[in-house]
């Protein structure tokens, strides 16, 4: 395999002596993929850092009879150690979090800090997950002399395809019960964020995890295709954009494949006066300005109840410009580069949008230049309030996937609850009031899968993650997760003479 090594800032020299031979992963090595070159690209600085060739739709065959076979014997060994491969992993990938966090931080732009926490929370699923499924089991029916039971088995090849925007997080979302339950998994990264996936590979190989039970097959729309539509592929698990995943969904129709979706989101934030002010605004900001905004839960619309929305909004716009906004290796910044041309250029005709339509940008609104020299090529967008903001404005309606908020006022309870769930998007939501009744009665009313009471993206790896609406369907976390990588096998056992009346 030809890999080109570009040189690189002293910020991310760790980063760049850890980057993988090749973006395809088969059988426990890096593969030669038969695809065009794909540019890995330090977000920080637009500097190309490594290319390798992605995959075809042949590399997908290959890489498709390669699960088929391991799965053959790995869905055969027992739950407990399957689990205990996880628990190793999970031990493995904390003691190398900081270079993971150095690998994603290169791909994503988002502050190491951030990365860090990423990394977290991909051990935090891989321990879940590997502890519960040695408990995972089906019922047990007495019928009075003979007996019946279930047992959850595997579902087969995972197809399964990330996002840009929490490549690692992601991934061992998904692999965690896709392998606890004995399944193989082919995997396709972002285009944009490939690298610590493919780092997670080796790290899954050195634990004893056998070949061909996860596989990466890099590339674009068209290698996500191959992998959908290819027969040997039994069940998809999708993060991405709603426009995709109904693609996806109409692409499984014809051979009834198993489908999880986790789409975008437009997520209500309610605030009450009652709640504390700066608590408040800690909230909103939690809700909006991780991974540079581009996180599908995050709660873009904040209602505030009119009485407090004044004073709310200013220590909202006094805080939000302290951002720090720069080079994402250094302390103190909390907003890095964004991901690409494409996102950037739709973030601020979002922005040009806002202004037409008559909303007011209190603070941003546009790109930040750093004073670093080496950050030229990198693309960076200052944390951005708006207010003067109506529930028929595009930037309130649709969901922009940058550092963008949209303040709107409310009234009433029943009100804000009516608007908060006007949207065809139901992926998460909050309220934060110190009245715990009205907290449990509002958030019993969000249409929407994942919520928080007082605070903002706070999931956990024991409760499961996901979506109503068009923010999809089946569950991330949670021991609910395995039901989604499994199914379930009925059993009758007669123990008497069978009843037949055809004597």
């Not at 993971?100 to 791909?107: G, K, S």
């Not at 910044?333 to 690409?340: D, E, L």
Request: hydrophobic residues 40%; charged residues 20%.
């Amino acid at each position: 395999m030809s890999v080109v090594l570009k040189r690189m800032s002293s910020s991310f020299t760790r980063a760049v002596e850890l980057l993988p031979a090749s973006l395809n992963w088969i059988d426990n090595d890096f593969y030669t993929g038969t695809g065009p070159a794909l540019d890995a690209i330090n977000k920080a600085t637009g500097q190309v850092v490594m290319s390798s060739a992605t995959a075809t739709a042949a590399d997908v065959e290959v890489a498709v009879n390669s699960s088929a076979e391991a799965f053959r014997t790995f869905r055969k060994i027992p739950a407990a150690e399957r689990g205990n491969l996880l628990l190793k992993a999970a031990s493995l990938l904390e003691e190398r979090a900081e270079d993971f966090a150095h690998l994603e931080t290169l791909d994503t732009g988002k502050p190491f800090y951030e990365s860090v926490m990423d990394v977290g929370t991909a051990v935090d699923a891989f321990r879940l997950i590997g502890g519960i499924v040695q408990c995972y089991h089906g019922s047990h029916f007495d019928m009075g002399g003979s007996f019946a039971y279930t047992t959850r088995e595997p579902i087969g090849t995972v197809g399964a395809i990330g996002p840009w925007n929490y490549p690692l997080q992601t991934a061992c979302w998904k692999l965690a019960p896709a392998l606890a339950c004995g399944n193989t998994v082919v995997y396709k990264c972002s285009e944009y964020t490939p690298l610590s996936t493919v780092a997670l590979a080796g790290l899954l190989k050195e634990v004893g995890f056998p070949a061909g039970v996860f596989n990466i097959v890099a590339g674009e729309g068209s290698v996500g295709a191959a992998i959908t539509d290819h027969p040997g592929v039994h069940k998809i698990s999708f993060t991405g954009s709603v426009p995709t995943g109904k693609k996806i969904m109409r692409g499984c129709s014809d051979d009834l494949k198993k489908v999880t979706l986790e789409l975008g989101g437009k997520s209500p934030l309610i605030i009450f006066d009652d709640f504390n002010l700066r608590n408040a605004v800690s909230v909103a900001m939690l809700a909006n300005f991780f991974s540079q905004g581009a996180v599908c839960s995050n709660g873009t619309r904040v209602f505030v109840q009119r009485s407090i929305i004044k004073e709310f909004t200013e220590q909202l716009v006094e805080r939000t410009q302290k951002l720090r906004v720069g080079n994402p290796m250094e302390d103190g910044v909390k907003v890095g580069a964004t991901i690409c041309k494409m996102q950037y250029d739709k973030i601020l005709a979002y922005l040009e949008t806002a202004r037409k339509e008559g909303a007011e940008i209190l603070c941003g609104g546009g790109p930040v230049t750093p004073d670093d020299p080496e950050l030229a090529g990198g693309l960076y967008i200052a944390p951005t309030v708006i207010g003067g903001c109506t529930d028929n404005m595009t930037v309130v309606k649709e969901e922009i996937f940058g550092p963008v908020l949209c303040v709107l006022p409310f009234d009433t309870e029943d009100e804000v609850i009516e608007r908060a769930n006007a949207t065809e998007f139901g992926l998460a939501g909050a309220v934060c009031t110190d009245n715990l009744s009205r907290a449990y009665r509002v958030v019993s009313q969000i249409e929407a899968g994942s919520c928080n009471i007082n605070t903002y993206n706070n999931f956990p790896a024991q409760i499961p993650f996901g979506g109503f609406k068009h923010s999809g369907f089946g569950r991330e976390l949670g021991e609910e997760c395995l039901s989604y990588y499994s199914q379930t096998k009925s059993v009758f056992v007669e123990t008497g003479d069978p009843w037949c009346p055809f004597d």
